[in-house]
Every structure is written in structure tokens, then in C-alpha cells.
């Protein structure tokens, strides 16, 4: 029984640690739509690298697939 107990009050105090927010959080008017900025800031540096990473693959395409073409 003490351990369930435990186990509870444990799960409990996660919950009200997920309810926290830390610093400010940044909005950005486009269109008549609030975006969340750092949400779409993220999403497009994700964007680019993986752009970047597909570009420099296929820069110089080879019959036998070598290094980051395999």
C-alpha cells in the first residue's frame, strides 16, 4: 500500500511540474494569425539542414553509391 502511495504522489508531482512555463514566449502577427515563432524558427533551420544534407548527397551522383549516397 505505501509503495502505490509513493507511486502516486510521485506521478502527482510530475503533473504539476508540466503545468510550468519558463520565460516568455514569442508570437509573431502574420496574416491575422498568431504563429508561434520559435516553433516555425526550428522548423525551418530542420529545413535547411536536411536540404543541405540532400543537396550535398546528390552533388555528385555515382554508379556505385559510395559514402553519404548509400
Same mark, same amino acid.
Given at each position: 500500500m505505501n509503495v502505490l502511495l509513493c507511486s502516486i504522489n510521485t506521478l502527482? *508531482? =510530475?503533473y504539476d511540474i508540466s503545468g510550468v512555463e519558463v520565460g516568455q514566449h514569442l508570437y509573431w502577427q502574420i496574416g491575422g494569425f498568431q504563429?508561434? +515563432?520559435q516553433v516555425l524558427i526550428t522548423s525551418w533551420v530542420v529545413i +535547411?539542414? =536536411? =536540404? *543541405?544534407s540532400a543537396i550535398i548527397a546528390v552533388r555528385n551522383p555515382q554508379t556505385i553509391p559510395t559514402d553519404s549516397q548509400n
Amino acid at each position: 500500500m505505501n509503495v502505490l502511495l509513493c507511486s502516486i504522489n510521485t506521478l502527482k *508531482g =510530475l503533473y504539476d511540474i508540466s503545468g510550468v512555463e519558463v520565460g516568455q514566449h514569442l508570437y509573431w502577427q502574420i496574416g491575422g494569425f498568431q504563429v508561434h +515563432a520559435q516553433v516555425l524558427i526550428t522548423s525551418w533551420v530542420v529545413i +535547411a539542414i =536536411l =536540404l *543541405g544534407s540532400a543537396i550535398i548527397a546528390v552533388r555528385n551522383p555515382q554508379t556505385i553509391p559510395t559514402d553519404s549516397q548509400n
